[in-house]
């Protein structure tokens, strides 16, 4: 019998998806940022956990986890349908901290690989009887790990899995984490072990049936459609009726009036949390998942509703890491836009400062106006060369402060700010242009003066200071291009002129266009392109076409055949 009737069309449309999720990213610091971090996590957790793995096999056992908060008899009531301890249970919170898979031992296989949960090392128990010695971690003194390739239990990222021949075949019980565990990875784990599942069965407490937490969670099952079934845990008996109709009000008002939801009465057995249930009071949820894994049209509508429910929402959640992902380019090119204007600001501000003749200050200006008499050529390039240097590299910082002003006390102020290292190697950087520069200009002047046959070296350094002075001293300087034409001749200035001033706009425009670049390749590194929105949003419109001409899922009526199997009103132990 097909559980599911699934064409390979849908498994490649879904792989590739998967792989379109697994590829998003947002490195950018935006307000939804984490969210969507999240949510491409409980995605991911979905497809290989659960959705995949259950299309590629869909006669694999049924999965059920025991989720709920802390502290709500999550162990307690998996070693009570087992009928023995697979689990640790007590009273120090969080008790489960590396969770336990418990299934018949014909079903080894299912779980001996990666089929479900692949991010988890399995860890394998031998068969325990009651009253025999386990160490602290729940394992055999004398076995160690079992046969799973002989790694102890360390509680991280691990999965405890256990044989029990207590469950029939094809079925598998999970007792997860705490959802809402103080321990942060324990929390995450706990989502992700939901999402691996075929059925949801939370479970809650009479004290704390109406806090967020199981709420959050009912909430969630409700929006993927998953099969669900709720446990109202120690429950006093005085108390029974009233508060089982109060939890009904408020999963009536949820829209969850005809979940299966089963009572369990407060039990001596549950307060130490060691002890086992009597058979009576887990018969009624023991026989739920029994019928839901023995019945073959049950079966087929729990696997059927689940496995819709997963492929209906992830149009909605799809949209929401594409518009996420949207986001992120978006904000990648207005930090792309900020960065290019700051430099073209101040690559205009530069050009405008060496026309204004602002470097003929300082040394340069005392070695002017002792030129040529008491101060050298090489004298004058070297207090032009530093004072370019420092002009260049005080528009680099310009630029970067503008920047920065630019994006404010905001979500990515200080994003990727320039370190004193970088701005040092950035003035090293500037330094060897300018220097270049000046070798240039002086084996320009060298070359017009041999042309004009002035073989001196001395009218060569001359030649290179006025050609210095010229292009840098602005009106001050006037008399160099008069100097420099009564020594190489008008036009043969002029041209040397040219080709000088050109070489300095190529060298400001470099410098700048360097550390702009610098820049924008740090932006390049965090992938906030447009493509991952594209391909996210081809990849679920392929899927989508898929699904609708193949329609695998047999959504409808899914929901009354699970009920008609299970139980739609309160059941206290085993009592229907």
Known sequence: MAILDVRPELLDALTALRDRV??????????????????????????????????????????????????????????????????????????????????????????AGRRVLPRLERVWVPRQEDGEDRDEDGTDDESGAGEAGGARDTGERALRVETDPGLPPGLALLDAP??????????????????????????????????????????????????????????????????????????????????????????????????????????????????????????????????????GSLRARIAALAGASAAQHAAALHLAQQTETAYEQAAARTRARITSGELLAGDAATHWLGFPQDSGGDELLDAFTEGLTALLTGAVSAADERIAEARGSGPLAGLQDITPEERCEGRGRAGVLVRRWRRC????????????????AADAERAAGLLAAALLGGTAAQGACRALAGLLGGKRAQGLRERADQLLSDCVERVLHEERERRLALLDVLEAGPEPQMELVAAFSVLSKVDEQAAPLAHAGTARETGRAGVSSTTTGGEG
């Open 22 to 111: 697994a590829a998003a990213r947002f490195p950018l610091p935006l307000p939804d940022a984490e969210r969507a971090r999240r949510s491409r996590a409980e995605l991911l957790a979905q497809l290989d956990d659960y959705l995949v793995p259950r299309l590629r096999n869909p006669r694999a056992p049924l999965l059920a986890v025991i989720g709920g908060s802390t502290g709500a008899g999550k162990s307690t009531l998996v070693n009570s349908i087992v009928g023995r301890r697979v689990s640790e249970a007590g009273v120090l919170r969080p008790t489960t901290r590396t969770p336990v898979l418990v299934c018949h031992p014909e079903d080894r296989a299912w779980f």
């Open 178 to 311: 705490d959802i809402d565990s103080l321990f942060a990875p324990n929390r995450d784990l706990a989502a992700e072990l939901i999402c691996a599942a075929d059925i949801w069965v939370l479970v809650t407490t009479a004290a704390r049936y109406a806090d967020a937490v199981p709420w959050h969670l009912l909430r969630t099952a409700k929006e993927y459609d998953v099969t669900l079934a709720t446990v109202l845990d120690r429950v006093p008996h005085q108390m029974a009726a009233d508060v089982a109709r109060q939890y009904g009000v408020l999963l009536q008002r949820e829209g969850l009036g005809q979940v299966p939801r089963f009572t369990i009465p407060e039990l001596p057995e549950s307060a130490g949390g060691s002890g086992l249930l009597p058979v009576s009071a887990v018969a009624g949820l023991k026989g739920w998942l029994e019928r839901c894994t023995t019945d073959p049209e049950t079966r087929r509508a729990v696997v059927g509703r689940t496995a819709a429910g997963a492929v």
């Open 441 to 456: 200009v002086e084996e320009l002047a060298e070359e017009e003066v041999r042309a004009a046959e002035r073989a001196s």
